[in-house]
């Protein structure tokens, strides 16, 4: 089991960037992958982009593709999502998870922080 922190939400125009960070703690991370998801009020939670502690290995969702970078710095055991191009329909909680690169359920989730983006 792993714990994670997030931070960085808050509210922002459409069109800024805004930088989102995980701090992970628990566990060796090298046999993990690290997600961001997020959840829009009134509707179900979503996937968006996830890096594999390991390797670097990387993938996003489409609607953030082009717009979203997901980094990880090891040496403070924390993951990153650097958002650009900010539009209203970003705005929803981000969630932090990890799972094991042997399985395909997030186990282990943060708490959540809050992205509003303003029109």
């Known amino acids: 089991q792993v714990q994670l922190v997030e931070s960085g939400g808050g509210l922002v125009p459409a069109g800024a960037s805004a930088r989102l960070s995980c701090v992970v703690s628990?566990?060796?991370?090298?046999?993990?992958?690290l997600a961001w998801f997020r959840q829009a009020p009134g509707k179900v939670r979503e996937f968006v982009a996830y890096?594999?502690?390991?390797?670097?290995?990387?993938s996003y969702a489409d609607s953030v593709k082009g717009r979203f970078t997901i980094s990880r710095d090891s040496a403070k055991n924390t993951i990153y999502l650097q958002m650009n191009s900010l539009k209203p329909e970003d705005t929803a909680v981000y969630y932090c998870?990890?799972?094991?690169?042997?399985?395909?359920?997030?186990?282990?989730w943060g708490q959540g922080t809050q992205v509003t983006v303003s029109s």
């Open positions: 890096i594999r502690w390991r390797n670097g290995g990387i």
């Open positions: 998870a990890a799972r094991s690169v042997i399985t395909s359920r997030y186990d282990d």
């Open positions: 628990g566990r060796a991370l090298s046999s993990y992958v």
